[in-house]
């Protein structure tokens, strides 16, 4: 199975840096340049502008498959990410739709 967290060891270019993306099309960066310094390609990306946050959801390729990077921001800038393979979408979209049932 892709463990996306597995690039992030290195030092320079990861996830883990505070920088802000670049423009459209994001990349992620491998850790020590890698191939071209190139470690997933953005394949489409969502904004979702809530009250006190935004979040943004990237469906990415990597050479190791399809991967979803879901990241928030709050007002105050804090960001904060999670990644999960493309193979597991069915089982939040599942988990999702089973909270969205406890709402009413």
């Known amino acids: ?20 993306a670049p423009a459209a099309p994001r990349a992620a960066r491998a850790p020590g340049g890698g191939a071209g310094g190139r470690f997933a390609d ?3 990306s969502i904004t979702i502008h809530g009250r006190q946050r935004t979040f943004y959801i990237d469906l990415k390729q990597s050479g190791n ?4 990077k879901v990241s928030e921001k709050s007002r105050g800038g ?6 999960f393979d493309a193979e597991d979408l069915p089982k939040f979209v ?3 739709q089973e909270m ?3 709402l009413s």
């Open 94 to 96: 599942e988990a999702l």
């Open 42 to 44: 953005e394949i489409h």
């Open 65 to 68: 498959g399809k991967f979803f």
């Open 100 to 102: 969205q049932t406890k």
């Open 78 to 83: 804090q960001k904060t990410t999670i990644m």
């Open 1 to 20: 199975m892709f463990d996306p967290m597995s690039e992030l060891t290195g030092t320079s270019g990861g996830f883990g840096d505070d920088n802000p």
